[in-house]
Nanobody, 116 residues
Framework: QVQVVESGGGLVQAGGSLRLSCAASGSIFGENTMGWYRQVPGKQRELVAQIYSTGSTNYADSVKGRFTISKDNAKNTVYLQMNSLKPDDTAFYYC??????????WGQGTQVTVSS
């Protein structure tokens, strides 16, 4: 079975940095997209960043210039480098893996808290 597991969340002061990791395991092949989403209580889950098989990326406007998504194909791992963190970045962050023609897989999430 395909699984995705996030790590790297925690508590950081405003202006600080964190790096989230998402490791995918199982039968993974073909085209895929991996991305990061975040959600706070009472609000809709929102896309933070995605990276495609081609290596191209897209970001939410709110994080553009501060966050960077990258991947290590050999390790089936995607990273989210978060710099210049703001209190508004506080959320539960989820990793999503899309295997084209196969399915969509979510990680369990990891909490990111940015103190002011």
């Amino acid at each position: 079975q395909v699984q995705v597991v996030e790590s790297g969340g925690g508590l950081v002061q405003a202006g600080g940095s964190l790096r989230l990791s998402c490791a995918a395991s199982g039968s993974i092949f073909g085209e895929n997209t991996m991305g990061w989403y975040r959600q706070v209580p009472g609000k809709q889950r929102e896309l933070v960043a995605q990276i495609y098989s081609t290596g191209s990326t897209n970001y939410a406007d709110s994080v553009k210039g501060r966050f960077t998504i990258s991947k290590d194909n050999a390790k089936n791992t995607v990273y989210l480098q978060m710099n210049s963190l703001k209190p508004d970045d506080t959320a539960f962050y989820y990793c999503r893996l899309v295997l084209y023609g196969s399915g969509v897989y979510w990680g369990q999430g990891t909490q990111v808290t940015v103190s002011s």
